[in-house]
């Protein structure tokens, strides 16, 4: 009579001593994003109705941030920066990405493979704020290494980081330059796992390699396409150390990105209010953008 | 001379032999093409590097050089000497600072997320779904947006200027938990109810089976989260505002305006410095660091 209950008794306790468990487990994780993201992010849903400077105490202002955002002239200027040079990074990452991967899956000889894996990826290691002195040695006007060059081989310098017009594309350029090592890898690990009997047999019904490339290659890629263009813009709307290092977001407002311009706002000119409405509308636009990007891609994206 | 090896079909045709040598050699010119084509991509991507090591190591007269010499001329060992000797520097501090907040970071990440992803991966319990949900929601959000309030509390707490600003946001991550959920779910949901009916506790059974067969999922959430951590500029540059207290990626761009007029030659050797244990980490742990990128992108 008494065994049955003893061990129902003792399963009910298991049962709880799982939940316990499992609350004490999740418990530090779930604080912390909690403390640092839950409660910031609906505080900053309440800043953008306030005006707030830390010192003085927050007045309620309804809307005009949001007003002022929409006739904010700067606000225009730093999306269309961000906007062309997320444009330009995703494209030139993935398409050198992309053959840099297709070279790297050719070369056989093991020295070599491993050496241009190495050299290729390793600036995805360094930051933007450590090397910055180099960049600007390499790419200053006069005595820039990079117009050394131009003007050895007959070419006009470039003002890099001094021309409005050029230098978003200065920071395109470093963009690729520091990411289409991962990028690499990334179509890299794609390429590898895509199974040779698919090319066996097409080979053997006589395809060419162009077709090889086109109807086994490619849409047996599209998750990794997938994965590095979503990153890839999701990395470029935050871009903030280039332009905050290299160029100061200048001149003027021309390499001004929206991290940077939230940074200005917040950290500078201590407008918590009108950063926090800048910053909530960015993450509308991110969350909308990736929303987007994961719905469309089931029309494009093929899994196996 | 007729080796059927070097002309097997219509010996004397011309035709043919021009296939043949075609066959034989276009493969092996086509990948000698591509491997020079991805040498220049290579050293493209190396030159800022060797031009910043080797210019570390001249004399600081020849930094700016022209034309450029990107192997070294010269090695002055001494630059870096200096960079230890400068009491204005103080460069090991940098150092100091930058790795005791990437350890305690690291350290904390994989306990926080690995306890969390367990649970949430082998554990029963009620909320588990809204839980896990909420930590993914908690991807989607940029940093720019939680950064304003943050600072806020910060300034209450009276932690600006601390480093307990750059740790304590970061001593668990909504990514870490993903990427671990998914290493524990791979393996087979046998081994808790073997654990169970031996009679080992939840926490026994996380730390002495569970953890011990992620290896590959922790030291990929460690690499990443480590190198974050050294690489971190955007809140140090927010938050850290005397010079002893600041991490190698902050103190670097300072440098530049400390030392207007001093050696560009030790500043190079400093950055060099700075480097190092990522280099470090790289070569002897080339294949892991890459595939650990490439692990969180892929499998995810």
Known sequence: MKEPQLSRRSGLSNRLIERLAAYVMVFPAMLLLGVFVGIPIIASLVLVFMRYDALTPPVWIGNDNFVRLIKDPRLLTMYSNTVKLTIGAVIGNNVLGLLIALGLRRITHRFWKSFLRTSIFFPVLTTTSTLAVVWWFLLSDNRGILNWFLSKIGLVPVHWLTSSNTVIYSLILYDIWKTCGLVAIIYLAGLQGISKEYYEAAEIDGAKSSQLFRYITLPLLTPSIFFNITLGIIGGFQIFDAPFVLTGGGPGDASGTIAFYVWQIAFSRFEFGYGSAVAVVLMIILIVITLLQFRISQKWVFYE | MNNPSIMPTMPGSEQDLLLNL??????????????????????????????????????????????????????????????????????????????????????????????????????????????????????????????????????????????????????????????????????????????????????????????????????????FTFIGSWNNFYSANIFLRSWDKFTLPIAMVQLRGYMGSGSIAEQLAAICLSILPLAILFIFGQKFVIESYTRTGIKG
């Open chain 2, 22 to 223: 075609k066959k034989k050699y276009l493969p092996n010119l086509r990948n000698s093409l591509i491997l020079i084509l991805l040498l220049i991509v290579a050293i493209i991507e190396l030159l800022p590097l060797l031009w910043l090591f080797s210019t570390s190591l001249r004399l600081p007269a020849q930094s700016y050089d022209l034309p450029p010499d990107f192997l070294p001329t010269s090695f002055r060992w001494q630059n870096y000497q200096a960079v230890f000797a400068s009491s204005e520097i103080n460069f090991p501090l940098f150092f100091f600072n930058s790795l005791k907040i990437a350890i305690i970071v690291t350290t904390g990440q994989l306990l926080t997320c690995s306890l969390a992803a367990f649970a949430f991966a082998r554990l029963r319990f009620k909320g588990r779904d809204a839980l896990f949900l909420f930590a993914l929601a908690t991807m989607m959000i940029p940093g720019q947006a939680t950064i304003i309030p943050y600072f806020i509390l910060m300034t209450k707490l009276k932690l600006i200027d601390s480093h307990w600003a750059l740790i304590l946001p970061a001593l668990t991550s909504a990514f870490g938990i993903f990427l671990l959920r998914q290493h524990f779910l791979s393996l087979p949901e046998e081994l808790i109810d073997a654990a169970k009916i031996d009679g080992a506790g939840f926490f026994q059974i996380y730390w002495e089976i569970f953890l011990p067969l992620i290896g590959p999922g922790l030291s990929t959430l460690g690499v």
